[in-house]
């Protein structure tokens, strides 16, 4: 069974950072892909950054890169999101998805199709 945990929010002051992490289990063959994404109260989910095992990349949501990087532990297998210069509409559940056979982009840009979810991790950031 694939199981997808994500951990590492918390209270955060405004330009402060934070590092989540996805711990992955369950997944049988090396070729799928992990995302991270999130949802503020009142507004749609939105994809933050995935990568893939399927084409060796990684993808991020406009508006992303450069503050939020994804990396991954292979080892440990962990999928990290830093997160940098936080500011107050940083404020969501980031959850952590992931599927087989699908790319960093496509599992990005069609995360509903994505089988596996955890529970997500709030992350507040306050001034």
């Known amino acids: 069974e694939v199981q997808l945990q994500a951990s590492g929010g918390g209270l955060v002051q405004v330009g402060g950072s934070l590092r989540l992490s996805c711990n992955i289990s369950?997944?049988?063959?090396?070729?799928?892909?992990i995302g991270w994404f999130r949802q503020a109260p009142g507004k749609e989910r939105e994809a933050v950054s995935c990568?893939?095992?399927?084409?060796?990349?990684?993808y991020y949501g406009d508006s992303f890169k450069g503050r939020f990087t994804i990396s991954s532990d292979s080892a440990k297998k962990v999928v990290y999101l830093q997160m940098n210069n936080l500011q107050p509409e940083d404020t969501a559940v980031y959850y952590c998805a992931g599927d087989y056979f699908v790319n960093a982009e496509y599992a990005c840009r069609e995360d509903k199709t994505l089988d596996y979810w955890g529970k997500g991790t709030l992350v507040t950031v306050s001034s």
């Open positions: 990568l893939s095992t399927t084409d060796a990349r990684t």
């Open positions: 369950g997944f049988t063959f090396d070729d799928y892909a």
